[in-house]
């Protein structure tokens, strides 16, 4: 089992910058596939981006294409989530996810465990 912790939201203004961090326990982590999602009011959760074991491949939701950035660490048992050229339309909750085993890394049912999540709002 996995216990993922968010940390690294807030606000800011349209254009700023954020990175978000996921701190994961257990010793395994190398072993999960990582991926963040959020979730807007009134609002689907919706992928945002996700990283394989090794960080050899990474996805992205069209939205954040060119404008965030995921990356992990697993000797620091950590995934990253910057977050550059924010817009208002960005601000949700953002949650950090984990998977052992998945076949389609933009579905939030494929994930096995998810953090308590970091609000990030922007402003215009």
């Known amino acids: 089992q996995v216990v993922l912790v968010e940390s690294g939201g807030g606000l800011v203004q349209a254009g700023g910058s954020l990175r978000l961090s996921c701190a994961a326990s257990?010793?395994?982590?190398?072993?999960?596939?990582m991926g963040w999602f959020r979730q807007a009011p009134g609002k689907e959760r919706e992928f945002v981006a996700a990283?394989?074991?090794?960080?050899?491949?990474?996805y992205y939701a069209d939205s954040v294409k060119d404008r965030f950035t995921i990356s992990r660490d697993n000797a620091k048992k950590t995934v990253y989530l910057q977050q550059n050229s924010l817009k208002p339309e960005d601000t949700a909750v953002y949650y950090c996810?984990?998977?052992?085993?998945?076949?389609?890394?933009?579905?939030?049912?494929?994930?096995?465990?998810w953090g308590q999540g970091t609000q990030v709002t922007v402003s215009s």
């Open positions: 996810a984990a998977s052992l085993s998945l076949s389609q890394a933009r579905v939030a049912s494929e994930y096995d465990y």
């Open positions: 257990g010793r395994t982590f190398s072993s999960y596939f």
């Open positions: 990283i394989a074991r090794t960080g050899g491949s990474t």
